[in-house]
């Protein structure tokens, strides 16, 4: 497929909202091992290829395993999450499969478990980012495969 748009050139101000997005959720407080998961997680469900390519090349880079990359889309069956990842992982996949048109109560308690409101609040928003950012890469067809990331500190 052969990219369709250059949304970042063609809309300046709404993609720099999104980057607005971005620097808060680094700030947050929130592990950021544990956003850059949801935002895998959310793109293998949304099937964003553009997306599932630089979120694995981010956590790779930040010296993730590939076991736990490679366990993330069966992540309920695979034993190398923590049970705070998991609930953050239950709570993702209920914000973006909204197929019955609400995030259920179970769902909530779940993640209340181990999460604050503050830190529900914010994962919430890095859900519904990654969601955002998943539509605009598919609906522009951004081509997959070119990401480099940044290099990390040890």
């Not at 090349?57 to 992540?75: F, H, I, M, P, V």
């Amino acid at each position: 497929m052969r990219p369709r748009f250059n949304m970042p050139h063609l809309s300046p101000g709404g993609y720099k909202a999104m980057v607005g997005l971005e620097t808060y959720l680094a700030t947050c407080g929130l592990e950021i091992g544990l956003i850059h998961l949801i935002k895998l997680r959310v793109s293998q469900i949304n099937g964003c290829a553009y997306c599932i390519d630089m979120h694995w090349k981010d956590l790779r880079a930040a010296s993730e395993t590939e076991q736990r990359l490679y366990g993330l889309d069966a992540w309920e069956e695979s034993p190398y999450y923590t049970d705070r990842e998991r609930a953050a992982f239950a709570w993702a996949e209920a914000i973006t499969n909204l197929h019955d048109g609400h995030v259920s109560d179970a769902a909530y308690e779940t993640v209340r478990q181990h999460f604050n409101e503050k830190e529900i609040s914010d994962l919430t928003i890095a859900v519904a980012t990654i969601n955002s950012w998943n539509r605009l890469a598919i609906a522009a067809r951004s081509e997959p495969g070119k990401y480099h990331p940044a290099k990390h500190q040890a």
